[in-house]
Nanobody, 125 residues
Framework: PVQLVESGGRSVQTGGSLRLPCVAS????????MGWFRQAPGKEREGVAT???????NYADSVKGRFTVSRDNAKNTVYLEMNSLKPEDSAMYYC???????????????????WGQGTQVTVSS
């Protein structure tokens, strides 16, 4: 099975930056679409950013221009670079993966087959 391990979450102040890496194992990483979701207390889990096999990306409107998703196939790692952080970005961030043959890069939750355990990001004002 595919295993996803996120890291890099911590507390930062408004306007700060973070980079979250997610390392995948148990699969041929380059053949999988990857992405990031987040969930704040009392809110639905929402898609943040996705990246397809060929490198095309998709972002939630709330993070466009501030967040960047990228992948390093040699390191089996997907990254989420977060800049200009706001308190409303505070959430548990989850790495996700989906076999590439069926992947559209959607920000909807349903198609994503594999999920990490999450890493907590807290942005204070």
């Amino acid at each position: 099975p595919v295993q996803l391990v996120e890291s890099g979450g911590r507390s930062v102040q408004t306007g700060g930056s973070l980079r979250l890496p997610c390392v995948a194992s148990g699969t041929t990483f380059s053949s999988y679409c990857m992405g990031w979701f987040r969930q704040a207390p009392g809110k639905e889990r929402e898609g943040v950013a996705t990246i397809r096999i060929g490198g095309s990306t998709n972002y939630a409107d709330s993070v466009k221009g501030r967040f960047t998703v990228s992948r390093d196939n040699a390191k089996n790692t997907v990254y989420l670079e977060m800049n200009s952080l706001k308190p409303e970005d505070s959430a548990m961030y989850y790495c996700v993966a989906q076999p590439g043959a069926w992947c559209t890069g959607t920000l909807s939750r349903d198609p994503w087959k594999y999920w990490g355990q999450g890493t907590q990001v807290t942005v204070s004002s």
